[in-house]
Structure formats: C-alpha cells, structure tokens
C-alpha cells in the first residue's frame, strides 16, 4: 500500500554534487528550496534521480493514478519494455487511451520508469526506448509533461540529457517585457500598482532542456507518518531509539526505515550502531530484484569482498567519489575518484557495474558513486584491515597507519582517527596502544557499546587522569558520541570521578553529560548538588538539570524545580529555558512559567537561548486549558510600565521580547477555535501584532495571523471593531479629533482584517 509522504525534491544544478549532507545544509541555510509534485507536474520535461530504495518508482506510480482520478490523460511505462513492444509497455493506461490521446487536444503526463532497468538490457537499450517512445508521440509532443526516473549510477548527464532533448524536444515560447510593462512592474515594486502586465510574446519558439531533480531523503515528518502507517504504535518511542542509537542515517529512505521498522516490531529495541551498520551493509549488498540479479549475478560474500576493497582505496587515497566504468567524466574529476578497475583487479566488468549499483553506494557526481554513509566507509575500511591482521599480514606496516614517532612521542595519523575507532573495536592489541595514547578516541568513533564494561571504565578513568593537569582539554564531543559511550553500568565510576574532578570544569562537564545522555540513574544525586549549586558555571549546571530530567527520581525534579523557583536570584535566561525545555508541564505549571519569565532582564537575554522552549511551550507544552491564563499573564507583562511607544504601538520596555510568544500562542487559539480567542485580551494582543511594523525588533518576525484571521468571520469582525475603537481613542487623544473614516484606521494599522 502506498503511504503518501509528500515527498519534497531538489533541482541539481548542472556539475552539483548532491548528497544528503549537501541538501540539509543548503535546505537549512535556504540556499535551496525544496519543490514538491505541485511543482514538478507544471514543468514539461523532467528527470528524477535517486538511489536504490529511495521510493521513486512508488511515487511515480501512484501520481499517475492521482492524475487519472483527476480527469488528466497519465501514463506509466517501464522504460525497458518501451523499445521492443510498445503496445505491451503500458503499466497504467493502454494503447487504446494513448491513441484516443494523440486525436485530442488534451494535455497527457507520461512518467517513464527507469533509466537503470533499460540500460541492464544492453547499452543502447535507453536509446532505443526513448527514440521509439519519441516517434509514437509524433507531433503531440507540445502536448506532453513527460517524467523520466533513474538511478544516479546510469545516469550520463551530458549524453543522456541531450538525447532526450533530441528525440522529446518541447519548445517554449519566448516572452519579452514592452517598455510600458517595465513601468508597469515598476510600479508594483514601489506599491503603486497590484498586478504587473503579462510578459508579451514574441512568436519565437526555443527548445528547453529537461530539469532534473534529486528525491529528498525524508524528513522527521515524514519518518513519523510512514513508521504510524507500517504499525508502529508508540512513535515517539520508536524515534527517540532511533536517535539514541544513531540510526537516523538509516532511517533517510523508506527501503532503509523498514528494516528498523521490522526490527523493532521483533525485538522492541533498536540494535546498537555497530550491529546496525553490519545488518545495514548485508542488506543492501543484497540485489532483491530477481531480473536483475539474474542480469548482474554477484554473491553477497563477493560483493563484500569488494566493498571493503573499496572502502579502504577511497579512505587511504583519500577519495570520495569512486569512477564509474564506460563513463566518461570531466578528467578532473577522473583524477579525483577512485579507479575501481586499478582496486578490483581481478573483476570483470559486469560484476563491478553490479557491484556499483547496489544501494550501498549513493549519488555523487556524474559518473560517479560515493558511498552512501561516511560510517559505512569507515566501518568497512576498518574491517578490511582486521581482515588482513587475521591472513597475518603486516602489524607493523598496519599500525603504522595510525600511529607515528614525532619528537619522541607517539602520536596519532589525525585522518585516520575514525578508521582507528573502529578498529580498536575488533583489536585488543590496538584498543590497548589507543587508550594509553588518546582515550578520547573511544568516545569520539566506532562504537564503544559493543565493548566490555571493564574497558569503557578503565578507559574514562585514563581519560581523566591524563587530562587533569590540563585546565583545557582543547576536545569536543558532540552529543552523538557522548550518547554512543553513554550506559548505566558507568554510575559507580562516574560518581568517583566525579567526586575526583569536581572541580575541572571540562572533565566535570563531560561526566555529567554521559550521566545526562545514559539515563544514568546512580548518579542523580551527584547531578542534583550540582544544579543547585550557585557557585557553578552555567555550563555545568545546564547540564546537570539535563541530567535531573532524564536519570532524576520524581522527588528529585520537584525539589529541583521548587528550590530553584524559591530563589530569587535565580534568573538566568539560559537556566529558565533549561527548566521551561525539561519539566513543563509534569513538574513546572503554567503560573511558573510567567513568574520565571518575568524575572529575565532584557539586558540579560542572549538572542534565541530562550526562544525555542517558550516556541515549544506557546504551540504545544502549555496545557490547553491554561492558555487563557498564559496569554492574559503575558499581556499583562507586554503592558507593564514603563512602555516604548511609537505612533500607535505600545510595548513594555522590560518584556517587549515578549509579544513574539504571545503571538503564537494566539494563533494557537485561532486555529482551535478557542472561544476566548474574541475575548478583548486578545484581540489587543493580535492589534499589537498588525502595528508591530512600528518598532523594528519586531518587524522581522513571521507569523500567520493575516492568514488566520480572515478566515474565522467572527473573528476578523471582532478585530476590526476593536481596533476602530482603539484608532477612536488614539485619534481623539493626540489630535483632538474624532474618527470619522474607515480608512483612517487602515493607515494606522497594518491590518489583517
């Protein structure tokens, strides 16, 4: 059954690398924005790349369906059917429909599944797909949206792209601005004119080329709706796992989320990253489509015989992208990758394509394939080199890998501190030469879990003992790898170390970490005294509340929470947030939150520390039925003496950082349908939204009142009396005048009635 996730895609910019570390950050950083089928379906020529499992062929097949539920004229091919029976190759739709198409004047989509399953045929398979598919077409190719998918590792840009500009060629009609529709749009940009001039037309027609696209990896959201779909009842269990044991790289496409899916279903738990990773590589080594199995044998014993090879040449040259043979890349870029015939000496040509195409390698660049995770690299590079340990070759010549002789000293090879994570894993002779060089390597790579509890002790009492007597450790752990080391079996010698290093500031934070991402409940108490102790830096006292919030006994959290709401000096913005963020609503009630809040100082507050626990409170954690008294205590605040006033907008100097949250908990409101949302309180709230553009601190923040309160009649008919009062007043108080014009209070208000 098809699960609709809305899936998002990104255009790749010709010559783009695009891999999943590229799209977060261009997504985040808005130097990409994602289109969804909405988009793509307006466009006449496209191409969609994704790996193996990725989903594409699902998503084609059922907006096709969605097409034809619609009324429109779509059709689903198999691409390596299109160039032998072209009758036959109809998957929706028939030939009796497509030729009743070609007599009309209709619009047809036609999606053209997949550029990979052609090529397996023989090497000019595509080529005769798409020239046959052209010639039936005729001249309805004006007519035509056509999509066609493929895998990144058969797709040749330069060549594949022109011959399908060639042979299903749609001309656009090129479009000029006259000079008065230059003015025209002038004026719009200065507000003078609401609809800009359609471009003219020249008459001239100009041959597009096919946009082509990348299937996004899916996003928390949709991780969420697919997991619910497939059965999964307690999700929220089912993710914190997930994240817990670092399994959100294989939880990206829904071929990879399945199998964690199947896992947890068996077993109620997600495995640890080392088993992960080993289940994670046997599974997609295995090629599960019989046709091509049979086109392309390779043994899963043989193709891990070859992964490791390959892994190791990409780690020890130092090269991302592996070429991939009968291609014919720029020569930097050969220069640049990994010639898998130079590693796989002994392979023939159709086995290393076999190899090539399995969905443990990912989408580089074209012509090239990367391996799909970093981990998985590092993982099987590390494996490799265990391998040749076992035939007895070399230990010299393989620690010398990693270890070197500077000055006297052994030092560690910096590139190869991943490989070395994992290796000391399998290797009790180099775990041992690792902790007594650099302990941190244990926490920072591979996966310390699968190690015995006596080593990860002994390894972070050396860890501490080595780096006492540095008041900076100059390390830094994220919270993946503190979460990895992280087990509860660690209480009685965390206690002691912490007991020990009380006061080394980077080592104490460390601790209380591991103590905070284990759950590691015998050390509560310690992190406890930490968090009410006055004298300690912020650091360590965040971190310790977090510690309270996942190892603390209930009485615990209250006496955390009651002691430090007691104290009136407790007003750090950063500590309030830690304590909105942990214990709202169980243990810190909505009258806590205002009476916390109240005591920040606009001086004090560092941009944003606060903001995202009171977005979280505002849109989800405050209980519905205490939202009337949260945004009447917030108004009252927004309204407390003395006030920053500017034409009609008037905001409390002190807690004016305010009005934000009390504009999302408003829109909260609205789109419940809260009866209080007509009540004067917010409606005044909402009024100071519409003049926020007076004060600049504000005018920058986004919100969907003008959306919302169009929509709820009642409402837009409250706000616009409310504010014709209040425009009465203002107008009669500093000019002495009455209101007698609709208007006048339009141009006091940026109204959203």
């Known amino acids: 059954t098809f699960i609709d996730l809305n899936r ?10 695009l891999n999943e570390d590229y799209y977060d950050l261009s997504i985040s950083f808005g130097l990409s924005k994602i289109k969804k089928w909405s988009d793509l379906l307006q466009l006449r020529r496209v191409v969609i790349l994704a790996e193996a499992g990725a989903g594409k062929t699902e998503e084609i097949l059922a907006i096709t369906k969605r097409l034809r539920d619609d009324g429109k004229k779509a059709f689903f091919f198999r ?3 299109l160039s032998s029976n072209f009758e036959a190759s109809f998957e929706i739709g028939d030939y009796a429909e497509f030729k009743e198409w070609l007599t009309s004047n209709e619009y047809g989509w036609f999606f053209l599944d997949s550029v990979d399953e052609a090529k397996l045929s023989g090497p000019h398979q595509f080529e005769a797909a798409i020239r046959n598919f052209g010639v039936k077409l005729g001249d309805s190719k004006q007519r035509t949206h056509i999509f066609i998918t493929g895998r990144i590792s058969e797709w040749q840009a330069q060549s594949d792209l022109s011959f399908i500009k060639e042979h299903l060629p749609f001309r656009e009609e090129l479009k000029v601005r006259t000079e008065k529709q230059r003015e025209d749009n002038f004026d719009v940009v200065k507000g003078t004119s609401k ?8 008459g001239e027609r100009i041959p597009i080329k096919p946009s082509v696209f990348s299937l996004c990896p899916l996003d928390h959201d ?11 009842h307690d999700i929220d269990a089912f993710l914190w796992a997930i994240e817990r044991a670092e399994a959100n790289i294989f939880s990206r496409r829904p071929l990879d989320l399945i199998d964690l899916i199947n896992y947890w279903k068996q077993y109620g738990k997600i495995a640890n990253r080392a088993e992960l990773i080993k289940s994670s590589i046997v599974t997609k080594l295995e090629e599960t489509d019989p046709y091509r199995a049979s086109a392309l044998p390779l043994t ?18 130092r090269k991302d992208r592996i070429f991939v043979p009968e291609h014919n890349p720029d020569p930097s870029l050969k220069c640049t990758s990994v010639d898998v015939q130079a590693v796989l000496t002994n392979w023939d040509i159709p086995p290393i394509r076999a190899l090539l195409q399995r969905p443990i390698f990912d989408k580089a660049i074209y012509g090239t394939v990367r391996f799909h995770h970093r981990c998985v690299h590092e993982y099987l590079t590390a494996n490799w080199l265990h391998r040749l340990l076992l035939q007895g070759k070399s230990r010299r010549a393989i620690e010398a890998l990693f270890f070197k002789e500077r000055y006297g000293q052994t030092v560690l090879v910096p590139s190869m501190r991943p490989i070395l994570a994992w290796l000391l894993v399998f290797d009790d002779r180099i775990r041992k030469k690792t902790a007594d060089i650099a302990p941190e390597v244990f926490i920072q790579g591979g996966d310390p879990s699968s190690l015995p509890t006596d080593v990860r002790k002994n390894m972070l009492k050396k860890f501490c003992d080595i780096y006492a007597d540095q008041k900076f450790t100059d390390l830094s752990f994220d919270l993946s790898e503190v979460r990895r080391f992280a087990h509860r079996d660690l209480g ?14 980077e080592i104490r934070g460390l601790l209380l970490r591991i103590v905070w991402q284990g759950g590691i409940e015998a050390c ?3 992190a406890l005294s930490f968090a009410l102790d006055d004298r300690n830096d912020i650091y360590t006292r965040i971190c310790a509340i977090r510690a309270i919030e996942t190892a603390g006994s209930s009485d615990q959290k209250s006496k955390l929470v009651t002691t430090l709401i007691g104290k009136q000096n407790f007003k750090n913005e950063k500590l309030i947030g830690e304590l909105i963020a942990a214990f709202v609503p169980d243990k810190l009630c909505t009258r806590d939150v205002l009476t916390l809040i ?8 560092s941009d944003g520390w606060i903001r995202h626990p009171l977005k979280e409170f505002c849109q989800h954690k405050c209980p519905e039925p205490d939202l009337t008294e949260w945004i009447y205590g917030l108004l009252s605040l927004l309204k407390q003496p003395p006030v920053i006033e500017h034409s009609y907008f008037e905001v409390s100097q002190q807690h004016s950082w305010l009005l934000p949250f009390a504009i999302l908990t408003v829109e909260r409101l609205i789109r419940i349908k809260h009866p209080k949302a007509l009540d004067d309180s917010v409606l005044e709230i909402i009024s100071l939204a519409q003049r926020a553009h007076h004060f600049g601190d504000y005018h920058s923040q986004k919100h969907a009142l003008a959306e919302l309160v169009p929509k709820w009649p009642e409402l837009n008919h409250a706000l616009f009396w409310f504010d014709v009062a209040l425009a009465h007043r203002r107008r009669e108080k500093k000019v002495g005048k009455q209101l007698t014009y609709w208007w006048q209070v339009g141009a006091a208000f940026n109204h959203f009635w």
């Open 8 to 17: 998002s895609f990104a255009l790749i910019p010709e010559g783009q690398e």
């Open 79 to 81: 691409l390596e059917h």
């Open 195 to 202: 609809n800009a001039t359609p471009q003219g037309s020249t």
């Open 222 to 232: 949709q991780i969420r709706i697919f997991s619910k779909a497939c059965g999964i």
């Open 300 to 317: 899963v014993e043989e193709a891990s015989i070859g992964v490791e090879k390959l892994a190791s040449a990409v780690t020890l040259q």
């Open 492 to 505: 009685e010698t965390i206690n002691q170390l912490l007991e020990d290093y009380s006061g080394h500031e």
């Open 524 to 526: 509560s108490e310690k």
């Open 598 to 605: 109240q005591r920040i100082e606009k001086s004090e507050r």
